[in-house]
């Protein structure tokens, strides 16, 4: 299966985990992934280029990773931020249940794999850590931000890695109007292809 069906709820390939080898947080571990999944042969490159600034993951508090794959930055973040509580969302099921056991298989006891509808409806977010699935389409990834944005606590920031051709100053803009009065949004660095985001919530 392809890359452009990451974002299936149940994947048609079969599911055979295998094993890769990765540094996140610094920290050497071996992983499992399988088809059917967001960049399951490494780190993505987008991904890579986000956790380069890991240092600035809140050490407490809530943090989101949204559409989590085989888990490379909600485990990142469980490492660096011991004290914080990981939620990683998916639609995936075999992307939660790759997380749910790359975390577990590290002592990682700060992360909860979940899909969107299962996160406690109170939970405010401190961060927002994601690179976000924008082959779901526009209108879905924009329905995902409407989604989780206003769940940042007031000060709480989201960094979102996007690829700058598959419209990463397109949505900024969408981003700065269509939360102008509660959120101020910019671009915080750009590498290669990609541009990270950074929204700030601020009432």
Same mark, same amino acid.
């Given at each position: 299966?392809?890359?452009?069906?990451?974002?299936?709820?149940?994947?048609?390939?079969?599911?055979?985990?295998?094993?890769?080898?990765?540094? /996140?947080?610094?920290?050497?571990?071996?992983?499992?992934?399988? %088809?059917?999944?967001?960049?399951?042969? =490494?780190?993505?490159?987008?991904?890579?280029? $986000?956790?380069?600034?890991?240092?600035?993951?809140?050490?407490?508090?809530?943090?989101?990773?949204?559409?989590?794959?085989?888990?490379?930055?909600?485990?990142?973040?469980?490492? =660096?931020?011991?004290?914080?509580?990981?939620?990683?969302?998916?639609?995936?099921?075999?992307?939660?249940?790759?997380?749910?056991?790359?975390?577990?298989?590290?002592?990682?006891?700060? !992360?909860?794999?979940?899909?969107?509808?299962?996160? %406690?409806?109170?939970?405010?977010?401190?961060?927002?850590?994601?690179?976000?699935?924008?082959?779901?389409? *526009?209108?879905?990834?924009?329905?995902?931000?409407?989604?989780?944005?206003?769940?940042?606590? *007031?000060?709480?920031?989201?960094? $979102?890695? !996007?690829? *700058? =051709?598959?419209?990463?100053?397109?949505?900024?803009?969408?981003?700065?109007?269509?939360? %102008?009065?509660?959120?101020?949004?910019?671009?915080?660095?750009?590498?290669?292809?990609?541009?990270?985001?950074?929204? !700030?919530?601020? /009432?």
């Amino acid at each position: 299966m392809s890359n452009e069906h990451y974002f299936s709820e149940n994947p048609s390939a079969d599911f055979v985990a295998r094993t890769i080898s990765v540094t /996140l947080a610094g920290r050497s571990m071996q992983v499992q992934t399988a %088809a059917g999944i967001f960049s399951p042969e =490494h780190i993505d490159l987008g991904t890579a280029i $986000l956790l380069q600034d890991i240092d600035a993951a809140s050490a407490q508090g809530h943090l989101l990773d949204i559409g989590c794959g085989w888990g490379p930055i909600a485990l990142a973040l469980a490492i =660096h931020s011991p004290q914080a509580q990981i939620l990683a969302v998916d639609v995936n099921e075999r992307s939660l249940e790759l997380t749910r056991r790359n975390a577990q298989s590290a002592g990682l006891t700060n !992360v909860e794999a979940l899909r969107p509808e299962q996160v %406690a409806s109170e939970i405010e977010f401190d961060q927002i850590w994601s690179n976000p699935p924008i082959r779901v389409g *526009k209108g879905e990834l924009h329905s995902i931000l409407k989604t989780w944005l206003p769940r940042l606590r *007031k000060g709480g920031a989201a960094r $979102l890695v !996007v690829q *700058k =051709h598959l419209g990463s100053d397109s949505l900024l803009r969408w981003i700065q109007d269509e939360f %102008a009065t509660t959120h101020a949004a910019e671009r915080i660095d750009s590498q290669k292809t990609f541009r990270v985001l950074e929204v !700030v919530r601020k /009432l």
